[in-house]
């Protein structure tokens, strides 16, 4: 059994303070001195409170959201954590003066030992504390198994507390710690038993959360859905639910679906890194080139003097906007790519020294050269990096991809990708979507050698010509790259119309008609687009519909 080391006393924990006003500090440390607590550090910013946690391991640490530095109190705590200044073991307090819902949403996703709302009042404080410190005293060896990994240990001494009547008003929170234990343990159809059987007791929301969990890793999905569809209506239920229904779809492959469930968690707790990253590689599998570019643009904003915060957050801001742009047409595809610009010349004004961001840069320019035409300008720039080696990096492998695929070096492209396959673990999330993104952009970059936006053009000069069936094939193309595009469904339907005279529309041709009606049902259409949608459809579905009944 794992070897526990003895826990201080309560006299002899170390308490950090972060916050930007005296104020709070003196109200916090006074609070603390009536309970026997006398050793309180303080800090006001961001740097001094790092440097105070390499010095000394805290017991307790108050972070405020609004302190005085370059980073607010989400990017502190969460470089804490991943330091190691931070684990399971250790206390945990949130202070805000501002409760504004999105700010409480991303409160609940850090999971503090409390949340207190400032101006901070003695008495309170005073009981607040005692109440915390006693739960500390009392789960300690239950805290420590866990931060270790330990988990049957852990079960071991939750189940001996139970057994003490003292600790009664705990028995919720031990209880917890040991159906975290049990899924830990992937021990499913344990952890649905004793759910079920805590769900008898107790009407929180773990509680129900954790059960609806259970049920998916054993695929009972008719149960597992009707749970979560009601914790999906509860505010202190909602993100979890979100993240075990996603995380069960993506074990599946449903990644539509489990992308569709990111995206409404990461819209009502933008800040949470993880999610935004799952987003924005679930929209890439998805062919959503503007979901890309926002959750990219997250990244970036919330990742801000943060641990996270690196160039290569904004290379990717960048790299999603040519993505974009290259799907886009007229004035939309102008305006972004002029924004683009703007950000690339902001970004080389930054870092543009770095002798490590050079071959980046170099790809980045030739893409922006081809978007804007200028092909032999960009052919230049590719043959000076012709290596198709997968670099260290899989995003600016990726990159280099797109840029041998849009210059026309098709094959150098299927090989660099390849390559770039054999570097990635699929045990992870992650690892997982990036498999199968690699995969289908493989498949795809095989079979289609052009871009969207050069697909379209081919296709309208066929239909100029009154050639409708290649233009048709193109066009279904560039639909199969850019599925989110309202402008390119529109365009297929407008082909279909002239089509629909000349042949009988066969299972592929109406598939794709389903999903340009599906697309264009499910967005905000301006007005000159839905007349031609109706003026389109107005022509096609009683003749398809007619001849059904002929078939008939």
Not at 513 to 524: F, G, P, V
Request: net charge negative.
């Amino acid at each position: 059994m794992i070897e526990i080391p003895p826990q201080k006393p309560l006299s002899s924990l170390n308490i950090l303070v972060i916050d930007g006003q005296a104020l709070v500090h003196d109200s916090i440390k006074s609070a603390l001195a009536q309970i026997g607590i006398h050793n309180c550090k303080s800090a006001e910013n961001a740097f001094y409170a790092l440097r105070l946690c390499e010095q000394t391991k805290f017991d307790v640490v108050l972070i405020s959201f609004d302190i005085r530095s370059d980073k607010d109190g989400f990017n502190l705590l969460e470089e804490m954590r991943l330091k190691g200044h931070i684990t399971k073991t250790t206390m945990v307090i949130f202070l805000s003066a501002d409760t504004s819902m999105s700010l409480v949403n991303c409160v609940v996703e850090l999971q503090p030992s409390d949340f207190w709302v400032k101006p901070l009042d003695r008495k309170t404080m005073e009981k607040r504390f005692k109440y915390l410190f006693a739960i500390k005293e009392k789960l300690y060896k239950l805290s420590y198994c866990i931060d270790k990994a330990e988990y049957p240990t852990a079960i071991y001494y939750a189940e001996r507390q139970l057994k003490d009547e003292s600790l009664s008003k705990y028995y919720p929170m031990i209880n917890r710690l040991i159906g975290e234990c049990l899924i830990n343990l992937k021990e499913y159809s344990q952890a649905e038993a004793f759910y079920r059987k805590l769900s008898q007791r107790y009407k929180y929301g773990w509680v129900q959360v954790n059960l609806a969990r259970s049920l998916l890793k054993q695929d009972k999905l008719s149960e597992a859905i009707t749970l979560t569809d009601e914790l999906l209506q509860r505010d202190d239920t909602r993100f979890t639910t979100y993240d075990a229904l996603a995380e069960y779809y993506i074990e599946k492959e449903d990644y539509a679906k489990g992308y569709e469930i990111i995206q409404e968690a990461t819209k009502l707790a933008p800040r949470n890194l993880d999610r935004n990253k799952k987003s924005w590689n679930l929209a890439r599998l998805n062919h959503d080139k503007k979901g890309q570019y926002i959750a990219t643009m997250n990244m970036a904003k919330f990742a801000k003097n943060s641990i996270h915060d690196t160039p290569d957050l904004n290379l990717n801001v960048i790299r999603a906007a040519i993505d974009l742009a290259g799907s886009l047409n007229g004035e939309e595809a102008t305006r972004l790519v002029a924004k683009t610009e703007r950000d690339l010349s902001f970004f080389v004004n930054e870092y543009g020294n770095d002798s490590q961001l050079k071959e980046q840069l170099a790809i980045i320019n030739a893409r922006m050269l081809n978007l804007k035409s200028d092909k032999k300008a960009a052919e230049q720039i590719i043959k000076e990096h012709m290596d198709t080696r997968a670099s260290s990096s899989v995003e600016d492998s990726l990159d280099k991809v797109k840029a041998f695929h849009e210059m026309g070096y098709w094959e150098e492209s299927i090989r660099l990708l390849d390559s770039v396959k054999s570097k990635i673990e699929g045990d992870s999330f992650v690892g997982q979507v990036i498999n199968e993104y690699l995969d289908q952009e493989t498949q795809e970059r095989t079979d289609i050698r052009y871009s969207p936006k050069e697909l379209g053009e081919m296709a309208s000069s066929h239909y100029k010509n009154k050639r409708y069936e290649p233009a048709y094939e193109l066009l279904s193309q560039a639909f199969v790259l850019a599925p989110k595009n309202p402008n390119m469904a529109l365009s297929i339907l407008k082909v279909m119309v002239k089509l629909i005279d000349e042949v009988q529309f066969n299972e592929d041709q109406l598939a794709c008609l389903k999903r340009c009606k599906n697309l264009l049902d499910s967005i905000a259409l301006s007005p000159n687009q839905h007349k031609k949608m109706d003026e389109y459809l107005a022509v096609i579905d009683p003749l398809i519909a007619s001849r059904d009944v002929d078939h008939e």
